[in-house]
């Protein structure tokens, strides 16, 4: 029977690219007047409707733990254990904020959805000194637009055995620099329901905390170690008492 486990799942996976294609597809004439026109709000609810609409019809519910007091009219820096590629979808889903991805250049290579990702987020070449550095003069633009950006701080995902990756300087960095506060976020499930092993994980319920707001306007450059270090403390101990360690 194990082999039959392993046949749905390879379906379930195949039922994600066409569930996650479909509705760029469809709303691709919206999506690129939102591009082109820098409709923001369009953009947003755009976005939101597709993380909603990839969770749903991949069998996950969402089970929110709301404790930030989100202004609507600010921007944010927001992070996140990074686990699945369901971390998208769930910060689609759950924060209704006009905000761009700094992701790695390798996604937008992807047919269709990698054009899309190019035009509306901040690509990045890790392995690039220039990309890495023309990433913050692209942050000030969006930030100027009224964006919020959402990162990784750990710089990608991780070995799959690491319950949590040190954190790169980069978001932090950014946070103080332009006097943003940041949302951190857990996710508790995501790599267990949705990992990158093709023959693992199943629909189901996926818990996400978005922890208490950060405030950076009375900090300098200076602190950029002590903000990454409180923040990861945060996030790690969230997961260390959710039993989430247990997995390791």
Request: proline residues 6%; charged residues 20%; without cysteine.
């Amino acid at each position: 029977m194990k082999w039959l486990k392993f046949f749905f799942r390879l379906i379930w996976r195949g039922w994600f690219v066409i569930i996650a294609g479909l509705p760029i597809i469809i709303f691709s004439p919206l999506i690129y007047i939102a591009i082109a026109f820098d409709m923001q709000k369009l953009f947003t609810w755009l976005k939101h409707i597709w993380g909603s609409w990839v969770l749903f019809w991949m069998g996950f519910r969402v089970k929110l733990d709301n404790q930030a007091n989100i202004d609507p009219k600010k921007s944010y820096i927001i992070i996140g254990n990074h686990t699945s590629v369901m971390d998208i979808m769930v910060l689609l889903k759950v924060i209704y904020l006009p905000f761009v991805f700094v992701g790695k250049i390798e996604l937008s290579k992807l047919p269709i959805f990698g054009y899309l990702y190019k035009k509306s987020n901040i690509m990045v070449d890790r392995k690039s000194p220039k990309s890495r550095k023309d990433v913050y003069e692209q942050v000030v633009d969006f930030i100027k637009k009224g964006n919020s950006i959402a990162i990784y701080p750990e710089g990608g995902v991780p070995d799959p055995k690491l319950l949590l990756a040190p954190f790169k300087n980069g978001a932090f960095r950014m946070a103080i620099e332009h006097q943003l506060p940041i949302i951190p976020m857990v996710y508790f499930d995501n790599k267990r329901k949705f990992p990158y092993d093709l023959f693992k994980g199943g629909p189901g319920s996926l818990r996400v905390k978005i922890l208490p707001v950060i405030q950076t306007d009375q900090l300098t450059l200076e602190d950029v170690d002590a903000l990454k270090d409180f923040a990861y403390k945060l996030i790690y101990n969230e997961l260390m008492n959710n039993q989430i360690a247990k997995e390791f």
